[in-house]
């Protein structure tokens, strides 16, 4: 089997290669229950997304506007627990799914314990994860278990971190360094300031050569387009889902298959 980090370095060179910015949609896991989960990350990596950012479901998502929390809800309202995700992508990778990198808040992995979530985490074939409420201070030792296990743990760089920071959270970060967009939380209404954006993505990239993804209102292929020009990678999570409506099953699967198509056309 191919080192899980490496899948997902592949991923973003592979990307690079052919001249293109690396789409990493984003899916809450369980939304509306597990078996829709499931299709959608297999229609997903079908379709050609580079890598799946899999959200386990929370009940106070702080960085996550109101449809990923409407769908986390939904997740959470249908029973789905933390071993129900490891499940699932333990599932997905076996049937060769794109790279799944989990997305998580501080809490659930400090109640699940941090050596048990890596256990888990690497058990079920994932990249890495991101968990954007634990302070840079604090991320030693979540950063450590994960990369004794061969897994990521990219960080996030906000438009109001300082220069300094900013630099240490690069050297901190593992996969990628996930750049937001705008100030505030995930949502497809607000549209971001790409040129503002790719200054700040150009001043990361004199402190870090790992990629870089730009994250938080990327919801159209304009969005994508205009990412392409100065990152390596597209996350895509809020438009993703309400493309999806809340519709189960295939039907779901082949929603999420058309937007990718959509937005990378």
Do not use: W
Request: proline share 5%; glycine share 8%; net charge negative.
């Amino acid at each position: 089997m191919v080192a899980r980090s490496l899948r997902l370095a592949d991923a973003f060179a592979r990307a690079r290669a052919h001249g293109r910015v690396a789409l990493i949609a984003y899916v809450v896991a369980g939304d509306p229950d597990l078996a829709t989960t499931e299709r959608v990350v297999a229609a997903l990596s079908e379709a050609g997304v580079d890598c799946i950012e899999l959200g386990i479901p929370y009940g106070d998502p702080l960085a996550d506007g109101p449809t990923i929390a409407r769908a986390a809800q939904r997740a959470l309202a249908a029973g789905t627990t933390m071993r129900d995700v490891f499940a699932l992508v333990t599932r997905a990778t076996r049937n060769d799914s794109a790279p799944i990198v989990y997305f998580t808040y501080a809490n659930p992995v400090d109640r699940f314990g941090n050596e048990r979530f890596a256990d888990a985490a690497a058990a079920s074939g994932a990249a890495g994860a991101l968990v954007p409420d634990v302070p840079l201070e604090e991320t030693a030792g979540l950063s450590a278990g994960l990369r004794e296990r061969d897994l990521v743990l990219p960080l996030l760089v906000a438009p109001t971190t300082p220069a300094d920071r900013a630099r240490k959270i690069c050297e901190a970060s593992s996969g990628f360094v996930y750049a937001v967009s705008r100030v505030g939380v995930t949502g497809a209404k607000r549209r971001p300031d790409m040129s503002a954006t790719a200054e700040r993505v150009a001043a990361l990239r004199a402190t870090t050569d790992l990629p870089i993804a730009v994250g938080f209102g990327i919801a159209t292929a304009e969005d994508v387009s205009a990412v392409a020009t100065f990152a390596d990678g597209a996350i895509v999570g809020s438009a993703l889902i309400d493309a999806i409506g809340g519709a189960a099953g295939e039907t779901a699967a082949r929603r999420a298959a058309d937007f990718v198509r959509s937005i990378t056309a």
